[in-house]
């Protein structure tokens, strides 16, 4: 692997890890706003609700994958523009196809984990979210709420 390469994944590793756990929080936040009024009020565990959005995180992940990489994609090469990087790399002869060929090769690996995370993963983590949210839902309330009074 040469220096290039190295420094060019290096740039964009860290958007890529920041984007992917930006846009899983935010597509678990949906999933929490949606469902929140069937877990309010059931005297829940912790563990029970970190159990829950693990498991629907993890059916997050192919979702989220693809828009982590495009975002981090424009990032890195927005960055390397605005340094002027690109300019100096295009300037020494090297073609942007080199330039692009370690993103090319780290998003063919991530479609590759993607497609057996989907299929081996997500459709375990889907039955058991939707069995305790299920579970959740049918619990009985654990708040008293008498008769006559105003809360």
């Known amino acids: ?6 420094y060019v994944l290096k740039t964009y590793i860290g958007p890529f890890c920041m984007t992917f756990l930006v846009v899983v929080f ?4 949906q999933f929490v706003w949606k469902y929140v009024d069937d877990m309010v009020g059931k005297g829940l565990e912790w563990s029970v609700l970190f159990k829950l959005l693990l498991y629907t995180s993890c059916t997050f992940i192919p979702m989220a994958l693809p828009l982590a990489l495009l975002l981090s994609g424009l990032m890195t090469f927005g960055n390397l523009g605005e340094r002027y990087e690109l300019v100096a790399m295009k300037s020494a002869g090297v073609p942007l196809y080199r330039i692009m060929r370690p993103l090319i090769y780290f998003a063919m690996f991530c479609a590759i984990c993607n497609f057996f995370l989907s299929n081996n993963i997500v459709p375990y983590a889907t039955f058991k979210s939707t069995m305790l949210l299920r579970n959740i839902r ?12 105003f809360y």
Not at 26 to 29: A, C, E, N, R, Y
Not at 138 to 149: F, G, H, M, R, T
């Open 1 to 6: 692997m040469k220096k290039l390469d190295k």
């Open 26 to 29: 935010i597509f678990l936040m």
């Open 138 to 149: 049918s619990q009985k309330p654990a708040l008293n709420i008498d008769e006559k009074v």
